[in-house]
C-alpha cells in the first residue's frame, strides 16, 4: 500500500504538463482503492482484495505510461526547462519500479493472498535463492519483488532471481523498456545541457 501511495504522491508532484490529467488524480483514485484493499485482505476476502488490487495498479501503471509518453512530448517539444524534465524523469523512473514491484507481487505463486494460504513459496514465478536453500518456510514479501524491481529497471535484467514464467519474462521486458526510454531521456537531456 506504501508503495502505492508513493507512486500516486510522484504524480502529484509532476508538472501538470507532464500529468496525465489532474496531479492529485492519481491519488485520488488509487487512495481509497488501496484502504478498500487492505479493509479486504483483513476481512478475508481474497477474490474482492485481488479484483481491488488488480484495479489500484491497473490505475496507477496507466498513469505512469500516460506520464512518460508526455515527457517524452515535452523532450521532443523542448516544451519543459531542463531541470523540470529531469525530476520528472526521476520521478518516473522510481514509479516504473515501485508499480513493477507491486506487480510482481501482485501476481507471483497467484498473489499475496495465495502464497499465505499455502505457508510455503516453493513455486512461482522468480527463483529467489532463498527457494533453492530448502527452507520451505521461506516467504518472499514486497522487499524481494521490490530488490528486483530495481535490478530490472537499473541493470535492464534480473540480477540474482531466474525468471521462470512468460507472464514474467514479458512484464520485466516492459519494465525494462519503459526504464530505458527514461534513462534515455535523462541522459539525452544532460547531454543537451553540457
Known amino acids: 500500500m506504501m508503495a502505492v501511495f508513493s507512486v500516486g504522491g ?3 508532484a509532476l508538472p501538470e504538463a ?4 489532474p496531479g492529485w488524480l492519481a491519488l485520488a483514485l488509487a487512495a481509497p482503492l488501496s484502504i478498500a ?22 490505475v496507477i501503471t496507466a498513469a505512469m505510461i500516460g506520464a512518460l509518453v508526455l515527457l517524452i512530448l515535452a523532450l521532443l517539444g523542448h ?12 520521478a518516473l523512473w522510481i514509479s516504473n519500479i515501485l508499480v513493477f514491484a507491486s506487480w510482481y507481487w501482485r501476481l507471483d505463486a497467484g ?17 529467489f535463492p532463498q527457494m533453492t536453500l530448502g527452507d520451505s518456510a521461506w516467504m518472499p514479501g ?9 535490478n530490472t529497471s537499473t541493470a535492464f535484467s534480473p540480477t540474482d532471481v531466474p525468471v521462470l514464467s512468460r507472464w514474467a ?14 534513462l534515455a531521456l535523462l541522459a539525452a537531456r544532460a547531454v543537451n545541457i553540457l
Request: glycine residues 8%; proline residues 4%; charged residues 15%.
Open 10 to 12: 510522484l504524480y502529484w
Open 18 to 21: 507532464l500529468s496525465p490529467g
Open 37 to 58: 484493499n487492505m479493509i479486504l485482505y483483513r476481512r478475508s476476502r481474497h477474490g474482492l482484495n485481488q479484483i481491488v488490487g488488480y484495479t489500484v495498479l491497473s
Open 79 to 90: 516544451k519543459e526547462s531542463a531541470p523540470v524534465l529531469l525530476r520528472s524523469a526521476a
Open 111 to 127: 498473489g499475496p493472498n495465495q502464497r499465505d494460504l499455502r505457508g510455503e513459496h516453493t513455486e512461482g514465478a522468480f527463483l
Open 142 to 150: 514486497f522487499v524481494d519483488y521490490l530488490f528486483l524491481a530495481f
Open 169 to 182: 519474462k514479458g512484464m520485466m521486458m516492459v519494465q525494462s523498456t519503459i526504464s530505458l526510454a527514461t
